[in-house]
C-alpha cells in the first residue's frame, strides 16, 4: 500500500441560501415559521440599533470601551435562533446580538459597558455565560458545559461562539480536539469576520477555509455565508440537532465582515482601506434579510417604520433606565463581593481597611 | 483504624466523596486504567465507570477549562494535573476564568472544583517534576491553595476541598505520598479550609511551614527539645491562602521568633508573606529577625543535587539557634 | 532634549536599538500594521519591514515560544503581550524554556529576549486589562522584572533589557504611557538592570515603590514635606528581580520606618518580600512594623471601582503618620 | 454556490516501501548510498542495545527513570539522517536514536539520566536543543529557529520531534499555524507510538490520522509506515528539500510503536495486553531492515556480529567511562551555575549560604 491515498474523503462544504441581492434558492429554503421569520428580523434591527447608540454612547463618554458588532448580526442571531432556551449559550465578547436575542437587558449590557460590575448580574435561571475576553479561553468551557448535561441525561446542547482569530489559539485546538474524543453536544460557531483587530484572516492561517480545521479532529465542518442569515440558521439548525440525538459536535464557519473598529479605542484606518469595508457594506445582512421577507410579503414599509420607532423607544428607555439606575450603583465596598462564597478574615480585615480609608478620605475632603 | 500511605488516604477520600456524590468527577491524563501516576485514582474507574473517571487527552488548559464548565454546570469535578510543574500550561484558566467566574457572574456560577496536583522535591525526579510554586496560585485572588501533611489530614482535606463551594488547588507533597504511614479512619472526616494547626506546641520559638516541610521541620523541633531543651511550638499552615494569620500571630507573640520552612525558592516565595503577617501582627513581640529557611532563586537542580537544595533538620535546627541566639 | 510621553521613549528606545543591530526583532498581536494597540511599535514596520517587525497569529504562547527559538538562534526578539492579563496563556513557556534553557544546556542557549506588556489599572479599561501579577515572573529563577516608572527610565531601562543576555519580563504600567512627558535624550542611554534607585531623598521614613506607584508615592513625600515638614526617602525599584536589596536595607537602617506601595495584590505580593528583606537586613534599626499600601485580595474591579481600589496619595500619607506615630 | 464542497482535495498519503517482511517497493526505494545504509544500521542496532543497556542499568538503581525508545529506531534515524550537520535538531524526551545519530555522547545521555545537570553539557557548535520534557512546548521553538535561519538567508532547516499525545496540546496547534502562516523551514516529525503512557490514540484524537491535522493550517502532511527506516526517510527527504528551498514546513506522522514501558517508572499491563505489543514486535523495524541490507547483499551473518560485538564494546566502554567521570561531579555548588549570565546579588549571597550551611553539616557529621 505505498503513497495511497489515505483520507479521501473530506467533505467540507459552503452554504449559502440568500444570494447578496436577497433572493433565495427555493431547495435550501429553511421551514421557518413567519413569527419567528419576523422576530429574527427584529432582533436584527435591535442590535444594529444598539450598536450604533453605544458607539454614540462612547463617543459622548457615556460608556467605557466597547466591540460594536454591526455586519455580525445574521452570524450571530441565525445561530443562536437554532438553540432553545434550556440550552447553553457561551459567548465571546463581540456577540451583542446573540445575547439580546437570549433575554439579556440593553441596560444590563450598558452597565457593564460602563465598568460597574452589577452589568454581569444574570438570572438564577439563565443558562448563558456571561462575556468571556481571553480570546478563545471560553471554548473549553463549553466542553465541560456539553459534557455536563450529557453527564446529567439532558438533552441540552452548548453553542459556542468565538472570532477567526480564535483559531490560532491553543484554547480553540483543545477544546475541539476534546468535544470530538467526548462526542459531546457542543455546536462551535467561529464568526469569521476577516480581523483580529488589526490582523487579517490570511496573516492568520494559511488554510484556505477555517471549515476545514475540522478535519484535523474528526469532527463535520461546514463554511457558511455568515450574512445570510437562512444559510447560519439552516447550518445551526442541522448541527443542533445533530448534538441533540448524541451525533457530537460540529464546527460551522460564519463567513462575515467586522464593519466598523474592533472596539471604540481602535481605528482601523491604521490597516485597512476603505475600499474593502465598502464591498463588505453592500452585503449588508440587514438588508438581505429584509429584501427576502419583503419579497415574502410578511414585511412592508409600513410594518418597518413601526418597528424603527417601536426599538428606538426601546432603546432610548433602556439608556434612560440604566442611567438611572446606575445613580444608585457603585459603591466601593461591593468589590469584595462574589470572590469567595464566604468571605475569607484576611478579605474581611482588608474590606475593613478600605472603609476606614473611604471614611478617612471622606474626612480629609470636607476639611479641605 | 487503617494506617494508609498519603496515596491511600487520598484515594480514599477520592472514592468515598464519589460514593456520596454522584456530581463528584475524576479527571485527568492517566487519571483512569492508569490509576494516575502515582496511583491516587487507583481502581476508581473500576469502581465507578468511565463516564465518571475521565482519561482525557494530553491537554492540561483543556482539562481545566472543562472542568470549569463541568462545576459551572453543577458537578464537582476533581482534575489531576499530572505534575505541578505542568500547571503553567493551565495557568490562564486558574487565573481568568476558575478565579473569577463566580465574581463575573455575580454569583450565578460558582466553579466548586479541585485541581490536584502532586509537588515539590524529593524523589529523585526528572526536570520539572520537582517544583514548589504554590505562590503562583497563593497571590491569585479567587482560589484557594491547600497543601497538606500527611495522610489522615490529607484525606480530610481533600475532602473539605471537594466540597469547597469554590476553586481549590491541592498540592500533594509527592515526597510524601509513601514516605510513612498514619491511622486514617474509615469515616469520613473533614478539616476546615483556611485554618493552620498547631502541629507541636511550644514556648521558645514558632517554626511554621506546610506540606512536605513539616516534617523536617517536627524532627527539628524535636532535635532541639532532646539536645537543648528548646521548645519549638511547629504550626502547619495546611491551607497557605486565604491566608489566616491569626494562630500564627498567637503563637509569636507569645515566642518572639519565628523560623519559616519551605521549599519553595526563598524569593517572593510563602515565606515572605508570613515574615510581612508577622511583622504586622506581633512587631512589638520580636526578639530577634525571623529567619527563613528556603529553597534557593535557582531551578531545582537534576536529582543528584536535590538534597543540598532541599531544608534540611539541621539547617532548621541552625536557623533556630540563630534565633534564640540573637535579640 | 525633546519632551516624551513614555509611549515615545519606548519607541525611541525600539527605534535605536533596532537601528543598531539588525539581531533586534519585535513580535507580536498588532505590533506591525497597527503600531500596537498602545502605539509603541508605532512606525516601525515602516522604518524597517516585515521582517523585523512581526505581526503575528493570536497566540501567545507560541509567541513567546517562537520568541525563545529565535533567542537561541542569537537573535534578541522583543515581543509583546497585549495585556499582562494574556501573559498566563504563555507562562508554561516562560517558566519551562526561556528561565531555563540557558541553565539546562549548560550555558549554550542563551534566551536574550524581552517580553513587553502593558500592566495595571487607571486607564478605565475592561476586564483582565488592569492586573498588576509581577510577583509570577519576581518568583520565577532565570527570569529578570524590571518595571520602568517613566519615560525616561523606562527608555534606558527597555535597551538595557534588550541588550541583556538573559530573558527580561519588562511591564508598562499603562498609566504611565501618557501621564506625563519628560525630557530624554536622543543620545542612547541604558540603566543598570538590578539596581533600584533613590528617587526622593528623605531621613524620617523610606517608601518603596515601582512603576506606576511611584508617581502616588513621590505626591505623598511631597505632601508630607509640606504639610508636616517630615521628610521621606522614596526609593524607586525599577528592577522587581532579581532583587537587589542593599539600598533600601541602607536607608531603613537610616530611617527605622517603612512603607511599601504596590497595586498588586497584598497577600504574597512584592511588599512581602521587601518585608521580609528588611527584617534580615533591617530589623534591629526598626521603630515601627513596616506598612503595607497595595491592592486587595481581590480582583480587580471593573473600571467604576477602580479608582478605590487603588493606592492612593493620602492612603500613603497615612499610612506614613500610622508608621511615624508608632515605636 | 449553495452546498458548494470547497475543499475537494486534501492529500493525505500514506507511504510504504519495505514491507513487514522487509520486501521493498523498487520504484519507491530511495537512493541512499550503502554507507550511508550501514550507519543506519549501525545505529538502529546501538540505540537499541543502548536502550537495553540503560533500562538494565535502572533497573540495578544505576541511573534513575528513563524512557525508552526500542521499536522507534526507524522513525527516528530515518528523520535525523534526511538532515545536515548544520541543519537543527529539536527533540522531545525520547529521540535516544536521534541524538545519537547527531553524535550525543553515550557517556552523556548516562550522566544526565543520573540526575546531573552535567548531563546537559553540549558542544558550542551543537545545533541540536536540549532534551524538552514538557510536551509539545519544544515545538514552537523550532519554529523561532527556523524564522531566524530564514531572517539570516540561511539554508539550515529545522526537525522537530514530538509524540501522538502532543498533537493534543495547544502549543502543537499554535506552532504548527505559525509555521504554516510564515512558512519557515520546519520538518514536524510526530513519533505516533500509538501511546501518551496510558492513553491509546483512539483516545487521543478522533481523527482517523494524524496527518490530516495539516490539513488545519494548509501544510503539507504525508503518514509513514513509521518502522519502515526507507519510508521515513524518503518522506523526511522530500520535506527537507522542500524546507530548504523555501517551500515551508511538512508534517510528518510516522506510525510505530512504543514497545517497551513508558518510562522505567510505568507498567505497562494496567492498561494494555502482551498480544498487542506482540503484534508489533512482529513488525520490527531493525529486523526488517536487516532482511533488506541481507537481500542488498550488504550485510551478512559475519558482518553482524562483527558490528554487535563493536557496539557491546563501544557501550561498556561508555558505562564505564560515565561512572568513572561521575566521581568527580556532583559539587552541590554548581547548582548555582548557568541561571543567569552573571550570577546577582541574592543568588551570590545565596550560595554562601549554601555553602555556609554544607559546611556546618560537615562538622555536624564530624562530631558524630
Ligand atoms: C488571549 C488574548 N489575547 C489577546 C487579546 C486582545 N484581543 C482582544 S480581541 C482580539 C482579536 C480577536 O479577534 P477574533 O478572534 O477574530 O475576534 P473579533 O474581535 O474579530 O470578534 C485581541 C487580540 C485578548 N482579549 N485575549
Ligand atoms: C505538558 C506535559 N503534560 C504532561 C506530561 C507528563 N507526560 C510525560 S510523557 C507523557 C505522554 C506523552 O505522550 P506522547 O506525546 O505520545 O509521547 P511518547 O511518550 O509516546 O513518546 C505525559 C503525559 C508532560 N511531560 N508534559
Ligand atoms: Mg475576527
Ligand atoms: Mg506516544
Not at chain 1, 491553543?170 to 467561529?190: S, Y
Not at chain 2, 514548589?132 to 497563593?138: H, L, N
Request: net charge negative; proline share 6%.
Amino acid at each position: 500500500m505505498p503513497h495511497e491515498k489515505i483520507v479521501p474523503d473530506v467533505s467540507i462544504t459552503s452554504l449559502a441560501i440568500l444570494d447578496a441581492e436577497g433572493k433565495v434558492d427555493k431547495d435550501l429554503e429553511p421551514d421557518i415559521d413567519i413569527q419567528t421569520l419576523l422576530k429574527l428580523y427584529r432582533f436584527m434591527v435591535l442590535a444594529r440599533r444598539f450598536d450604533e447608540r453605544l458607539v454614540a454612547l462612547q463617543r459622548q463618554g457615556r460608556i467605557g470601551t466597547f466591540p460594536p458588532i454591526t455586519g455580525q448580526e445574521a452570524a450571530q442571531l441565525g445561530a443562536v435562533a437554532a438553540i432553545r432556551p434550556t440550552d447553553w449559550l457561551v459567548p465571546s465578547f463581540r456577540e451583542t446580538a446573540a445575547e439580546l436575542w437570549r433575554g439579556r437587558g440593553l441596560d444590563n449590557i450598558i452597565i457593564a459597558n460602563n465598568g460597574l460590575n452589577e452589568g454581569g448580574i444574570m438570572p438564577d435561571h439563565s443558562r448563558d455565560f456571561p462575556v468571556s475576553i481571553p480570546v478563545a479561553s471560553q471554548i473549553p468551557h463549553a466542553v465541560g458545559l456539553a459534557w455536563a448535561a450529557r453527564y446529567r441525561q439532558s438533552d441540552e446542547v452548548v453553542m459556542v461562539f468565538f472570532g477567526d482569530g480564535a483559531t490560532s489559539e491553543g484554547d480553540f485546538h483543545e477544546a475541539m480536539n476534546f468535544a470530538a474524543v467526548f462526542q459531546v453536544p457542543v455546536i462551535f460557531v467561529c464568526q469569521n469576520n476577516q480581523w483580529a483587530i488589526s490582523i487579517p484572516l490570511s496573516r492568520q492561517t494559511r488554510s484556505e477555509t477555517l471549515a476545514q480545521k475540522a478535519v484535523a479532529y474528526g469532527m463535520p465542518g461546514i463554511q457558511v455565508d455568515g450574512n445570510d442569515i437562512l444559510a447560519v440558521y439552516a447550518a445551526a439548525e442541522e448541527a443542533v440537532a445533530r448534538a441533540r440525538s448524541g451525533g457530537g459536535p460540529t464546527f460551522i464557519e460564519c463567513v462575515t465582515y467586522r464593519v466598523l473598529m474592533h472596539t471604540t479605542a481602535d481605528d482601523p484606518k491604521r490597516y485597512r482601506s476603505d475600499e474593502a469595508v465598502d464591498a463588505w457594506r453592500r452585503k449588508d445582512p440587514l438588508i438581505r434579510f429584509e429584501t427576502y421577507l419583503r419579497a415574502k410579503g410578511v414585511l412592508d414599509e409600513a410594518k418597518i417604520a413601526g418597528l424603527q420607532s417601536e426599538i428606538e423607544g426601546e432603546i432610548k428607555a433602556a439608556v434612560d433606565h440604566a442611567e438611572a439606575r446606575m445613580k444608585t450603583m457603585g459603591d466601593p465596598m461591593e468589590m469584595f463581593d462574589h470572590q469567595y462564597a464566604a468571605m475569607p478574615p484576611t478579605l474581611r480585615r482588608q474590606k475593613a481597611i478600605l472603609e476606614r480609608e473611604l471614611a478617612a478620605d471622606g474626612r480629609e475632603v470636607e476639611h479641605e | 483504624m487503617n494506617k494508609l500511605t498519603m496515596v491511600q488516604a487520598l484515594n480514599l477520600a477520592l472514592r468515598q466523596e464519589m460514593e456520596a456524590d454522584d456530581s463528584v468527577i475524576v479527571l485527568g491524563e492517566d487519571v483512569g486504567m492508569d490509576g494516575g501516576v502515582f496511583r491516587v485514582t487507583d481502581d476508581l474507574i473500576h469502581r465507578f465507570g468511565a463516564s465518571r473517571v475521565v482519561d482525557t487527552p494530553l491537554a492540561e488548559s483543556a482539562i481545566v477549562g472543562m472542568a470549569i464548565g463541568m462545576a459551572a454546570y453543577g458537578l464537582r469535578p476533581v482534575c489531576e494535573i499530572q505534575f505541578s510543574g505542568f500547571a503553567y500550561h493551565n495557568f490562564h484558566q486558574l487565573e481568568n476564568h476558575a478565579a473569577r467566574l463566580r465574581w463575573r457572574s455575580r454569583g450565578r456560577y460558582p466553579v466548586p472544583m479541585v485541581l490536584r496536583a502532586p509537588y515539590g522535591a524529593g524523589v529523585r525526579a526528572l526536570e520539572h517534576h520537582s517544583e514548589s510554586r504554590e505562590v503562583y496560585w497563593a497571590h491569585t485572588p479567587g482560589l484557594k491553595t491547600v497543601i497538606p501533611s500527611g495522610p489522615r489530614n490529607a484525606r480530610a482535606l481533600l475532602v473539605s476541598a471537594i466540597r469547597d463551594p469554590d476553586p481549590v488547588v491541592f498540592y500533594e507533597g509527592k515526597a510524601l505520598y509513601r514516605a510513612f504511614r498514619e491511622a486514617v479512619p474509615e469515616a469520613v472526616e473533614t478539616l476546615p479550609i483556611g485554618q493552620p494547626q498547631i502541629a507541636r506546641e511550644g514556648s521558645d520559638v514558632t517554626l511554621i511551614a506546610y506540606g512536605a516541610m513539616v516534617r523536617p521541620t517536627l524532627a527539628a523541633a524535636e532535635a532541639l527539645d532532646v539536645q537543648e531543651g528548646v521548645k519549638a511550638e511547629v504550626i502547619d499552615l495546611l491551607t497557605l491562602s486565604p491566608l489566616d494569620d491569626r494562630l500564627l500571630v498567637e503563637s509569636v507573640r507569645k515566642t518572639g521568633r519565628a523560623v519559616v520552612v519551605h521549599e519553595a525558592p526563598q524569593s517572593f516565595g510563602p515565606g515572605a508573606e508570613i515574615v510581612a503577617r508577622l511583622m504586622e501582627g506581633a512587631f512589638f513581640y520580636l526578639e530577634a529577625p525571623i529567619e527563613r529557611v528556603t529553597g534557593f532563586d535557582i531551578v531545582v537542580p537534576l536529582f543528584s543535587r536535590e538534597k543540598s537544595y532541599l531544608p534540611s533538620v539541621p539547617r532548621i535546627v541552625r536557623a533556630v539557634r540563630r534565633t534564640l541566639d540573637q535579640g
